[in-house]
């Protein structure tokens, strides 16, 4: 769910100078959650197949360990549900399996109640909210992808803007770029790498270090709904006192299948 506020309230970008006015922040927010609204209910005929990856490394830069995971993804009134069904190249045992639908079953039972929904909603706009506050937008500018119109803009910190929590901590930490689809105010991409470390309980529980690097990208399906295609990111991390992790992780969206009463079509993922 992190990642999904996060791209909301970054949608909430203001407004710069050009030959034609950009958008309204107000409007780009609204036009961001609009979209996702209408696209709840077609986000339910979408299950994918998504391929983790995590990466333990060394400190230089080569593969100490890795984890891999195949999850089937599908959606309960707008809200993401992972079904992990192999780690490691291997199915899951018996047992784990077992589990595993014990887990997805709660889920599904969770998000199937809208209270819970609008609970769930809620939260991801208290974030938004939260952290704006926390990042400048600057040299906002148009290009175009695919025949669409896209608002970019570079982040960074607002040295006026005093963080408390750790969320916020967070995003004043940043630095980087994002692509607005002007239509429907939906980011469809972020690069952001942080400028300084980020202590969590003040350095005792977890230090995230500087230079963190996430980049996520989103793809408007042909019936207008956007799914995440790729998440990645790599750093450097110190936990629990001792540990000096680096890592480095990939999330990719392999191939949905979208069902209809009539038909079933599969939809192949984009090429990098």
Known sequence: MFCSALLLWLASAPNAAGDKPLPDP???KQRAMASMKKSESDLENYSCAVHEHEYDLNADGSVKRERATVEDRFYINGMEIDHVLARDGKDLSPGDARREQEHVDKEVKKYSDLKNVEKQEREDEKQVDLFLRALRYSNGRRESR??????VYDLSGDPSFHPRKIEERFASALTGRIWLDEE???????RVQTTRDVKIGGGLLANLHKGFQLHVV???QPDGVWLTKSVEGSGDAKAALFL????????DLEKCHLFSVTTQQK??????
């Open 244 to 251: 000096h992790p680096r890592f480095r992780f990939r999330e």
């Open 26 to 28: 107000s409007e780009l």
């Open 184 to 190: 429907s105010g939906t980011p469809e991409e972020l």
């Open 218 to 220: 989103q793809q408007r």
């Open 267 to 272: 939809v192949e993922a984009p090429k990098q």
């Open 146 to 151: 695919e025949g669409r119109s896209v608002v």
